[in-house]
């Protein structure tokens, strides 16, 4: 558009147009090429400063490559099994590019604010989003799997196709995400996608409940790393990493709590979680086998049976939905049908457990070969117990509390 195209009177105060489908796709491959270089720095530089590594610059390349692809849950086959364990807390630095990306392509062009006399809206419309959104995933997207064809070396080969379809879902969900709330509040994100009014009321009363759950899951890893942390720090000092390898250990370990946070959400629902093959850890007891040199795993429960009044943690959920259902019911008139706010009640439950089910199946994956080849908890098992809980919870309190301000006088 030219400069005397945007000062006639039909263009004033029109919205923002965005960046177009080229600007789009090279903002995904700079998003994915600066969240690469966000991994490949810190283990370049604890290369060049080990003074005993035996490493070529070109394999620290590599497995800086590959760290980055496992931040994607892209699968990484090595000799004799596989690796796709994602450490959740370094894969908000994927995740944290895209929405940079997505909130700069629904910016539109800097030199919008430059005209005089021209105003520009804050919000482009959805459909002006769409083909720049889809540019900048297959932008993202190329360059992840780009990065997995040439970090291919020393045994382990990256799952092409799995890197194609993570950056760009990734990408599409992230920066379509951000692109869609650039200038808009989220309510008005809710009227321009149209969603159903059921789906609408409940989104608040589930977002509390997922993030209540997972906060509750946050204390039982803080209290299982207090309790255990003799052990913990026994095996980190067995492991003897030095100054550098100690930093880099303990930027993993950082990464794989919102794992394991995860992972109590699903103990707290009752079918526990796995850490290897034919082991489980679940209110009744754990039962492992060998485990590697982790530190953090010293907090994991050793083999043994726990007493039986540990199953009273199945009953936080359905606390967690009993919550949900008081704020649903507080939010919907006295006059409303009862039958209406038990159905929200029973939504907002189904929603929270779906989108933790889906959370905690991200979470899991293959920590290596062998005995590790499974690790997590089994999500469809998840969604159906904590789906369970929670409605039970949400539809009993959402019943009573509507019932009790139903019958008081007016």
Not at 66 to 84: A, F, I, K, R, Y
Not at 107 to 131: N, Q, Y
Not at 191 to 198: E, W
Not at 217 to 229: D, N, P, R
Request: a positive charge.
């Amino acid at each position: 558009m030219s400069l005397l195209d945007r000062l006639r009177p039909d263009h004033l105060d029109t919205a923002r147009e965005p960046v177009g489908a080229v600007g789009a796709a090279l903002s995904g491959a700079g998003a994915a090429l600066l969240s690469l270089l966000g991994v490949a720095l810190p283990v370049l530089l604890t290369w060049a400063v080990s003074p005993d590594t035996a490493a070529t610059w070109g394999q620290a390349v590599r497995v800086s490559a590959d760290g980055w692809l496992l931040l994607h849950h892209v699968e990484l086959t090595v000799p004799g099994g596989s690796v796709s364990l994602p450490p959740l807390g370094l894969t908000a630095l994927p995740g944290l590019a895209c929405w940079w990306a997505g909130r700069r392509i629904a910016a539109g062009h800097l030199d919008d604010d430059l005209v005089p006399g021209v105003r520009r809206g804050a919000a482009p419309s959805p459909r002006a989003l769409v083909l720049p959104v889809v540019a900048m995933a297959a932008g993202y997207a190329l360059v992840v799997t780009v990065v997995a064809l040439l970090a291919r070396g020393d045994g382990v080969r990256p799952v092409a196709w799995q890197a194609s379809l993570a950056g760009l879902v990734l990408a599409l969900v992230v920066g379509g995400t951000a692109a869609l709330r650039h200038g808009r509040p989220s309510p008005a994100v809710a009227d321009t996608l149209r969603l159903p009014a059921r789906l609408r009321r409940c989104a608040r009363p589930a977002a509390m409940a997922a993030v209540s759950l997972v906060g509750l899951g946050a204390l039982v890893v803080a209290g299982a790393l207090l309790v255990h942390h003799d052990r913990v720090q026994s095996l980190h000092r067995a492991l003897d990493p030095g100054v550098v390898g100690g930093a880099v250990l303990t930027v993993a370990e950082v990464g794989v709590v919102p794992n394991l946070v995860l992972f109590a959400v699903a103990w707290l629902a009752g079918p526990g979680f796995a850490v290897g093959v034919a082991t489980s850890v679940t209110p009744a007891g754990s039962t492992l086998g060998l485990l590697p040199l982790v530190p953090l795993l010293g907090a994991v429960p050793a083999t043994g049976a726990l007493p039986p009044v540990m199953w009273a943690v199945v009953a936080v959920p359905v606390l967690v939905g009993a919550g949900a259902g008081w704020v649903v019911a507080r939010r919907r008139p006295a006059e409303a049908r009862v039958l209406d706010v038990v159905a929200d009640g029973l939504t907002s439950a189904a929603l929270a457990a779906a989108v933790l089910a889906a959370a905690i199946t991200v979470a899991g994956g293959a920590a290596g070969p062998g005995a590790l080849a499974a690790v997590g908890a089994s999500g469809w098992k998840v969604a159906l117990v904590l789906a369970a809980e929670l409605a039970a919870g949400a539809a009993a309190s959402a019943w009573a509390t509507h019932r009790r301000r139903a019958a008081r006088p007016a």
